[in-house]
Each structure stands twice: as C-alpha cells, then as structure tokens.
C-alpha cells in the first residue's frame, strides 16, 4: 500500500525536522508493509521573497488529491507572520475544514517537568482546540488610517455548527479516554460569546452523561495547568485559547521540541494536515539542532489517521525508549544529539 503525502517543510527548522522525520516514516512502513510518494513543495517565506506568494494561487488544488499533508512550520523573520501565515498555513486549514486541531500533551518517562515532584502519571492530556473560526477570523478591518482616529476592528467567530462540532469530537475522544472534559471559558469577561460557548457546552454535555466536566475561565486555567496538571484529561479550547493551553502543556511537560499535532478533518472529505505544535524556531534555525521528535510524533499522528494504528504505536514507542534512555537527545531535553542523531536513534529501533 503507497500512501501519497504533501510535504511542506516551510521555514526554519521545518526544514530539518520534515526530512528527519520523513526518514523515520518510511523505516516504519518498511516494517509494515506499506510506503510513502512524498511530494515536496517549498512553500515558504524563501517562496514568497522570490515570487510574491506563499503559495501558488492554485495551491489547494495542487494539494486536495493528497493522502494528508505532512508540514514543518510556517514563518520567519523578514516576511510579517500575519502575511506568511494567512498565505499559506491558515488557508490549508480553513479551506480543506480541518476544524480540530488535535494535540496531545504527555509527560514522557526520563523528562523532566519544570514543574517539582511531577511524574508521567501527572501529564496526560488531549488538548482539542477549534481549528477554522472563533477568534481568527478574517472579518474586520481599519477606518481613518494614519489619522488621529484610526481604529481596527477584529470580529471573533462563534457558530453552533462549529462550536458543536468541536465539543462533540472532544467528548467522543474522552470515551476513548478518562471520561473527563474541560472547557476553556471567558464568559465573566467577554459577554457575547464566551456565554454562547458554555451553553453550546451544557447542552453538549447532557449527550454524554458517563462523560464528568469541569469548565474555568482561561485566566485561572492557565494557572491550574501548571498548579494542578492532573485535573485534566480532554480539554476543549476555542481557536486562541486552545493555540495559548498547547504552548503552555507541552511546557510544563519538558519541551515544546516534542509535542505533536494534527489539524484534522474528521470526515475526510478533504485531506488533513500534521504539523508539530512549535513554530520556525528561527533562533536555533540551520544548526541541526532542533528537537526531531515532534514532527516524528506527528507522523505517528498521521500513521494513525492514514489506517495504521500498529505502526503509530511503533513510532510512539521508539520516541518513548530514546526519550527515556536520554542518551541521543537533543538539548532542549538536556543532551547533545543532533537533530538527524536524534532522528536516526528513533528510526533505529524500528
Ligand atoms: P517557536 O515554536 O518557533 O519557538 C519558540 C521557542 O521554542 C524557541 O526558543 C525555539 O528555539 C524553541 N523550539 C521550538 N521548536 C523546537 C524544537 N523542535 N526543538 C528545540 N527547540 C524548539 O515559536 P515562535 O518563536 O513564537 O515563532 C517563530 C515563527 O514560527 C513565527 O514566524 C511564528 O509565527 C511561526 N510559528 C509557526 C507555527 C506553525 O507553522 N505551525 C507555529 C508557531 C509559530
Ligand atoms: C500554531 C501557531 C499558529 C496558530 C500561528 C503561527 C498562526 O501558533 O499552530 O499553534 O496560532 O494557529
Ligand atoms: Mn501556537
């Protein structure tokens, strides 16, 4: 069985960890019978400095025959994030309906927590965050420009289709899981829609009765991740809050350099994008030092999204021996390896 994958490596360290990465995909399917026709485009900022664009024009066309997409990280210094990412990344997931962006957050065995006298046991968590509205949405705009009176406006999103949707495959995850969903809020400080997010919440909630809840306001939430990490298990967040819990949970469990993610369109009637959950890295970008282990996770991701859960288990337990093992790391979990050391240790035990 072939699989037929995007490759978009983008900016930064993307273009070190996506091929590391890649490699480790194709040991894998050696072992299990299956391979990939990778299909590299250099969309970039490199991309867009020589031609105008991040992408092509047609660019979700040349993507939407895809099996998935499998991309490095969008952005770097010299080209505005706000014209590199809305040229390139967030077009990807709102044009093909990746709503979920899926990103798990465990504490591995042998990495240490910054937080003190917390273990693996304490650390386990599925953060499900909104993926195509709420607060990044493109409605808005500036009046008087330059003049004294200038303003801008930006209009937050917040559909009962999208909220549902969200809500619904968060509760479906945690009976896969511990049976415990929290919602992300803000309904004491943002009127409209953060009381429309927590009805849409309550009445989501009443369909999974074996499924407990908890919801706090973003505010203290962010203080419970560090203070009380073992409350949660699924966490639902809308677009923003769930991008700020995804930097802060991988955090607190020892590297951003490892933590996966997946931007999802469950009904696959478009192809769905992985992606780790850290950005260009532009300050350690080009020296081969870069942690490999989040974008080799997210293929693990996409393993399982492409129908082979045995050998996403396999990915996700040769990260775990070479994490805990310790002696191929790179330093963000306090080793020396290179990243194609670190990658090539993974691939090893496959
Ligand atoms: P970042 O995630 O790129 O970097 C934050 C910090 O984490 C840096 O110190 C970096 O060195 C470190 N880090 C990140 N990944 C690492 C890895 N694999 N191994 C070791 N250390 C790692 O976030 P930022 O600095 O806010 O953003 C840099 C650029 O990336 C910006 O242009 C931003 O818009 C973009 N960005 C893109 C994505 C994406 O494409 N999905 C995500 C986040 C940020
Ligand atoms: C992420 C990133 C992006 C986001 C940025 C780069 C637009 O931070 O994937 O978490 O906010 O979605
Ligand atoms: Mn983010």
């Known amino acids: 069985m072939r699989h037929k994958i995007a490759l978009i490596p983008g900016d930064g360290i993307g273009k070190e960890v996506v091929p590391a990465a890649a490699r480790v995909l194709d040991a894998v399917g050696k072992k299990f019978g299956f391979d990939f026709e990778w299909t590299a485009f250099d969309w970039s900022c490199e991309t867009y400095a020589r031609t105008g664009r991040m992408m092509p024009e047609d660019g979700l066309d040349q993507l939407r025959a895809f099996a998935s997409i499998f991309l490095g990280a969008v952005g770097f210094p010299g080209v505005p994030d706000h014209v590199s990412l809305w040229g390139l990344l967030i077009p ?31 650390i ?20 008087y420009k330059g003049a004294p009176e ?8 917040f559909t009962r289709k999208g909220c549902d949707r969200v809500m619904r495959f968060a509760f479906e995850q945690a009976l896969k899981r511990r049976q415990h969903v929290t919602s992300a809020t803000k309904s004491n400080g943002i009127i409209h829609s953060m009381p429309y997010w927590d009805e849409r919440f309550a009445a989501m909630a009443k369909a999974y009765p074996s499924v407990k809840t908890a919801q ?48 999802i369109n469950p009904e696959k009637e478009y192809p769905s994008m992985f992606e780790p959950v850290h950005g260009s890295a532009p300050d350690i970008a080009g020296k081969n030092v870069a942690n490999p282990i989040a974008q080799i996770w997210t293929g693990a991701m996409m393993l399982e999204h492409l129908g082979h859960p045995d050998a996403a ?38």
């Open 92 to 122: 990807i997931r709102r044009g093909f309906h990746q709503y979920i962006n899926l990103r798990p957050v465990r504490l591995l065995k042998g990495v240490k927590s910054p937080l003190a006298g917390r273990g693996p046991a304490d």
């Open 124 to 143: 386990d968590m599925l953060i499900v965050r909104e993926n195509n509205e709420g607060e990044y949405s493109e409605i808005g705009g500036r009046l």
């Open 150 to 157: 200038e303003m801008a406006v930006q209009q937050a999103i």
């Open 216 to 263: 706090y306001h973003i505010d203290i939430l962010t203080a419970h991740f560090v203070q009380h990490p073992d409350w949660f298990d699924v966490v639902v967040g809308s677009n923003l809050f769930g991008d700020i819990l995804s930097d802060l949970g991988p955090a607190i469990a020892g590297s951003i350099g490892i933590a996966p993610g997946g931007n």
């Open 313 to 350: 288990k396999a990915v996700v337990a040769a990260i775990e021996r070479v994490v805990e093992e310790a002696r191929t790391v790179t330093r963000d979990l306090g080793g020396k390896a290179s990243t194609t050391e670190a990658a090539e240790a993974v691939a090893a035990l496959l």
